[in-house]
């Protein structure tokens, strides 16, 4: 180990900074928000220094370095860009065995600076000893994506309860014990989804009963997006990796449910037209049961759960239940498909609004209100519809949109097996059959579709193994 990792407390302290760049900028910036006051010596400021200037805890000193400004301070950062000015800060600061950094020197700083996530009080340093000031700014990105900024209130609910804890177990490795359950249990959940007074009192009754976990689970609602595993939110992928059940759909690529803890109970209730693996109302008691038993339960849906998902209904059961549950948006169908495919849904020049609806047919018909959905100047997007497009178009044309309005249908959006058909309502549905289009297809009705051309930017190539089709063609079970 090169370098002893540290964390110096700043707070009320004096720093001192030697140059008015933005550099030099950005090292006070580091000591204002660890809560120390800062004298930073420069005969002028840079404008990203200038704008710190408000701060009571900052005092500028226009002038130049002198020995006895390190008088009282603590910590010492040069970021002149002077050499030999530097190299002065620098031994000054050692004969006074004042800590002190030269930016971009490591050989002349007696600590270095780490890269930083800051989540307070949790705080995650990277260094690399000053070899790849670069790779450990990517490391950091990498940690940033992989610890959700809750986890500083998390650490702040424990400090709260930090004495009342060590009053009820006297031994560290009893209180080690109390922590990791009550960190691993769904109390860590509650505070990273905003229910901070739930998160305390579940707390206060874990510790009232010797530490027992609460018996109850919780289930996330969790959207996995339209199919490219990219586009999944980190708050989707860190749930994803800790549930103990995931409950899917059909529409779920198998990329995304890959991505699942790897030792998870997987429960398929996939549905397709007149084949329900399993009917909602059921669904629904499934999830109040897991959760019952203690479970933490991912329902992991196609696209986004609250857009024709039946995400309502879901947690309209679990609330009658009593059940704890969280909700994760997602990129839905519309919006990731239509990207994908280089159609914008609004734009200047065709469209100034956007109708969501879905395609099922009723008795070989679609209730849709065609009046309208056929006005002027907006984009249709119609999730499910592949089976009716014939019936869509028709409807179209008869209640006043023209016959060559352009429209498109996608297939399998975002994904490498994406494919894209477009024509007008006239020869969209002879242009789809041609293609013998399977879903999940979106279909989109409206004058962006003509800028498909000009701004398509994703063309995959097929997938030689098309795992996706074999998903969705294997008979629907449990």
């Not at 226009?62 to 620098?90: I, K, N, Q, W």
């Not at 027992?212 to 749930?239: C, H, K, Q």
């Not at 779920?252 to 996939?270: F, H, N, Q, T």
């Not at 065709?350 to 969501?356: E, F, N, S, V």
Request: net charge neutral; hydrophobic share 45%.
């Amino acid at each position: 180990m090169d370098y002893l990792p540290i964390f110096l407390d700043l707070r009320g302290r004096k720093g001192l900074v030697v140059g008015g760049s933005d550099t030099a900028a950005r090292k006070a910036s580091l000591m204002l928000n660890a809560g120390a006051w800062v004298h930073a010596v420069s005969p002028t400021l840079s404008d990203a220094f200038k704008l710190l200037a408000s701060s009571d805890r900052l005092i500028h000193l226009a002038t130049a370095f002198e020995e006895t400004h390190l008088d009282g301070m603590d910590v010492v950062f040069s970021a002149s860009g002077d050499v030999d000015l530097d190299r002065a800060v620098h031994d000054a600061a050692r004969a006074r065995h004042i800590p002190v950094n030269v930016a971009d020197k490591p050989e002349v700083c007696s600590f270095i600076m780490p890269s930083i996530i800051d989540r307070s009080p949790v705080m995650v340093a990277v260094s690399s000893g000053g070899e790849a000031p670069v790779l450990s700014r990517l490391l950091r990105a990498r940690l940033e994506t992989l610890i959700p900024a809750g986890y500083g209130r998390l650490a702040a609910l424990a400090g709260r309860f930090k004495k009342a804890v060590r009053g009820r177990f006297t031994t560290t490795e009893q209180r080690r014990k109390f922590w990791e359950k009550a960190f691993l249990s769904p109390i860590a959940e509650m505070v990273f989804s905003g229910r901070e007074q739930e998160a305390e009192a579940s707390l206060q009754a874990m510790l009232d009963d010797t530490g027992s976990v609460p018996a109850v689970g919780e289930v996330y609602l969790v959207g996995a997006g339209p199919g490219n595993p990219d586009l999944l939110t980190f708050r989707a992928l860190r749930l994803m990796q800790q549930a103990d059940v995931v409950v899917y759909d059909r529409l779920v690529s198998p990329p995304i449910l890959d991505m699942c803890r790897r030792d998870a109970d997987r429960l398929y209730v996939g549905k397709e037209r007149d084949n329900h693996a399993v009917p909602q109302d059921e669904i629904n008691l499934v999830l109040v049961r897991l959760a019952k038993e203690g479970k933490r339960v991912l329902r992991l849906k196609g696209g986004d759960p609250f857009i024709f998902g039946r995400g309502g209904e879901e947690i309209e059961t679990l609330r009658e239940h009593g059940v704890p549950f969280q909700v994760v948006p997602a990129v839905t169908a519309a919006a990731g498909v239509a990207a994908y495919a280089g159609i914008p849904l609004t734009h200047r020049d065709h469209a100034q609004a956007l109708i969501l609806v879905t395609g099922h047919l009723k008795d070989g018909s679609m209730d849709l209100d065609w009046d309208m959905l056929c006005r002027p100047r907006q984009t249709i997007v119609i999730y499910m519809g592949l089976k009716g497009l014939v019936t869509l178009c028709e409807q179209m044309k008869l209640h006043g949109m023209p016959g060559d309005t352009p429209a498109a249908i996608v297939q399998q959006g975002t994904t490498l097996n994406q494919k894209t058909v477009t024509g007008t309502l006239n020869t969209l549905p002879a242009l789809a059959a041609q293609a013998e289009l399977k879903p999940p297809t979106l279909i989109i009705v409206g004058s962006v579709v003509s800028l498909h051309a000009k701004l398509n930017w994703f063309n995959p190539e097929p997938a030689a193994d098309d795992h996706w089709h074999t998903l969705l063609d294997r008979p629907a079970s449990m």
